[in-house]
C-alpha cells in the first residue's frame, strides 16, 4: 500500500465530508436539495460544471486513449469541448427559463403529461447510469493501484461515499465538491503537462520526433485510424461527443442552479474556458505517457489504459507526484458521481414519484426522503453494473452516456423550443426510439462482443460493427420524433407554443 496516497486520499474525503456536513445543514427544502436554492453564482456554476464534466473519462480515460491509440484518442478532447457552442447557443437559456429541477420540467412546460414525465425520468436514469460506470471503472482501477484493495472492494467504497454525499449534502454539497475537485484538477494537470513539456525542451516538433519512435505504432501514432478502423465509427463518435452533452441530464439541471438565464449563459462560458483550457492538457498527459511510461506498462497495469497519467505522474514525479495526482483523480470521481447521482434521484423523486405517482400531491418531506432513497437505489445499481465492465475503458463508457443522450433527449429538447406543430406523442416517440435504439445497437456492438476472450463483455462475434451507435440513433431519435408528430392525430396548440417560446426567451416575467 502507498502510505502517501493512502493519507492524501483520506484527506479528500475529510475534505469533502466536511463540505458535506455543512452543505446538510442549509438543505431542508426540495429547492435546496435539488438545485442548491438557486443561489449559485456565474463563476461558482461554471466552476462546478467544469468540475461535473470533467470526469474520469476527461482525465484518466482521455490520457490513455491518447497513449495507446495516438491521434484517435485526441477525438473526445475535441468533441468534448466543442460540445458546449450546442449548449451555449441552443440550450442553456430556453433549459433554464422553462424548467425548474429536471430535464423533463422543460418538456412539461409545453406538454403537461405524465407519460413524457415517466419517459424523461428513465431516460435520465438510464444515461446516469450509463455515465456512472465509467467513474466507477475508473475509481476501482485507480484504488485497486494505490492501495492494494481489490476491484469490488474499491467500487464499493467510492459507491458508499458517493451516496453519503448527495444523501445528506444535496445539490449544495455537491456543487462545493465540484468546485474543489475542478480546481485541483486543473492545477494538477498543468503541473504534469508543464513537467512533461519540459521533458520535450518545451518544443512541439521535438515531443511529436519522439513521439515517432517511442510506441509501436511508431509515425502512425500521429495518424488517424488507428483505434477507430472504420471512418464511420469516428464520425460516429464525434457525432455523439459533439451533440450528447446538450442532453446529458447532470449537466442540465446545474442551470437550474442559479437565479435567471443570463447567469446560467454566463456559467457556461466560464465553464467553457476552464475545460478547453484542460483539454487541451490532455494532449500532453497522453503523449507523456506513451514516451514515459510506454505502451506495455500502461496496458500491463490496466487493459484500457485508464493508469496512464498517474503512472505518468509516478515516472516523472516520484510516488509523492504519484500519490498526489491519483488522489485528484478520486476526487475527480466523487465529484462526477455525487451529480450523477442527483440527477437520477431527482427524476426519480421530482417526475415520476411526486408527479406521476403521487399526482402533485407530494409534501416536501415526502419528496425529500424518496429521493434520499432513490440515491441508495441508483448507488447499488450502478455499483453492480460496473463490476460487469471492468475491462472498458472509461472514455468509451461516457461515450455510450453521449450517444444516448443526444439521441433520446437532444431531439425533444430542441423540438419542444423550435417546432410548432410538435406534439406530445412525438416526444414520447422521439425519446423512446431515440434511446432504445442506442441500447440496442451498444448491446450488438464490438465492445459488448468479441471474438477474442477478454476483450469485451462477452465471446462472440459482433452483429453491429460500430463501437458507438451515434451516427444510426441520433438520426433515429430525430426521425422518430419527427414521425410521431407527423402520424399522430393529436395537434400541437399553437399558442401554448407562442407561450413558450416568449418564456424560453424572456423568462417568466411574473418573475
Request: hydrophobic share 55%; charged share 10%; glycine share 10%.
Amino acid at each position: 500500500m502507498n502510505l502517501m496516497a493512502f493519507w492524501l486520499f483520506l484527506g479528500i474525503v475529510a475534505l469533502t465530508l466536511l463540505i458535506t456536513y455543512f452543505a446538510a445543514k442549509k438543505t431542508n427544502s426540495t429547492e435546496e436539495f435539488y438545485t442548491a436554492g438557486g443561489g449559485l453564482t456565474g463563476w461558482q456554476n461554471g466552476m462546478a460544471i467544469a468540475g461535473d464534466y470533467m470526469s474520469a473519462a476527461s482525465f484518466l480515460g482521455i490520457a490513455g486513449t491518447i497513449a495507446l491509440a495516438g491521434f484517435d484518442g485526441f477525438f473526445y478532447s475535441i468533441g468534448f469541448l466543442v460540445a458546449y457552442l450546442v449548449v451555449l447557443y441552443l440550450v442553456a437559456e430556453p433549459l433554464r427559463n422553462l424548467g425548474k429541477y429536471t430535464v423533463a420540467d422543460m418538456i412539461a412546460a409545453r406538454f403537461n403529461e405524465k407519460k413524457i414525465r415517466g419517459v424523461a425520468a428513465l431516460n435520465t436514469i438510464t444515461i446516469s447510469t450509463f455515465y456512472m460506470i465509467a467513474q466507477l471503472v475508473g475509481a476501482g482501477a485507480l484504488i485497486k493501484l494505490l492501495l492494494g484493495l481489490d476491484f469490488t472492494t474499491s467500487v464499493l467504497i467510492v459507491g458508499l461515499l458517493m451516496t453519503v454525499y448527495v444523501v445528506f449534502g444535496g445539490m449544495t454539497a455537491t456543487s462545493w465538491v465540484q468546485i474543489v475537485k475542478a480546481v485541483l484538477l486543473m492545477g494538477g494537470t498543468f503541473v504534469l503537462s508543464l513537467v512533461v513539456f519540459s521533458k520535450f525542451n518545451f518544443s512541439l516538433t521535438e515531443m511529436f520526433d519522439q513521439l515517432k519512435a517511442a510506441t509501436p505504432l511508431k509515425e502512425k501514432f500521429l495518424d488517424p485510424g488507428n483505434k477507430y478502423k472504420i471512418p464511420l465509427d469516428t464520425l460516429s463518435l464525434n457525432l455523439a461527443l459533439v451533440l450528447g452533452t446538450a442532453g446529458l441530464p447532470h449537466i442540465l439541471i446545474r442551470f437550474f442552479t442559479v437565479k435567471d438565464a443570463p447567469t446560467a449563459r454566463s456559467s457556461v462560458v466560464y465553464a467553457t474556458w476552464i475545460i478547453g483550457i484542460f483539454y487541451v492538457l490532455t494532449l500532453f498527459l497522453g503523449f507523456g505517457a506513451a514516451a514515459f511510461v510506454g505502451y506495455d506498462n500502461i496496458i500491463a497495469e490496466d487493459k484500457g489504459g485508464n493508469m496512464a497519467a498517474p503512472l505518468l505522474a509516478r515516472a516523472l514525479g516520484g510516488d509523492f507526484f504519484f500519490a498526489f495526482i491519483a488522489a485528484v483523480a478520486f476526487a475527480t470521481i466523487l465529484a462526477v458521481v455525487t451529480g450523477l447521482v442527483l440527477s437520477a434521484a431527482s427524476a426519480f423523486a421530482h417526475d415520476f414519484y411526486s408527479h406521476i405517482l403521487r399526482k402533485g400531491q407530494a409534501s416536501e418531506s415526502e419528496q425529500m426522503k424518496v429521493a434520499r432513497w432513490a440515491s441508495v437505489g441508483v448507488s447499488i445499481l450502478s455499483i453492480i453494473l460496473s463490476l460487469a465492465a471492468s475491462k472498458l475503458n472509461v472514455a468509451f463508457l461516457v461515450s455510450v452516456a453521449f450517444a444516448i443522450a443526444a439521441s433520446s433527449n437532444l431531439p425533444v429538447i430542441l423540438f419542444t423550443v423550435f417546432w410548432r406543430r410538435f406534439n406530445t406523442t412525438g416526444a414520447v416517440t422521439g425519446m423512446l426510439v431515440g434511446l432504445i435504439s442506442s441500447l440496442v445497437l451498444v448491446a450488438l456492438s464490438p465492445s459488448v462482443w468479441s471474438p477474442e476472450a477478454g476483450k469485451a463483455i462477452f465471446v462472440g462475434n459482433p452483429i453491429f460493427p460500430l463501437t458507438n451507435p451515434g451516427i444510426i440513433s441520433i438520426p433515429l431519435g430525430f426521425l422518430g420524433a419527427y414521425l410521431g408528430t407527423i402520424l399522430s392525430k393529436n395537434k400541437s396548440s399553437g399558442a401554448k407554443f407562442d407561450e413558450i417560446v416568449v418564456k424560453a426567451n424572456v423568462g417568466n416575467m411574473n418573475m
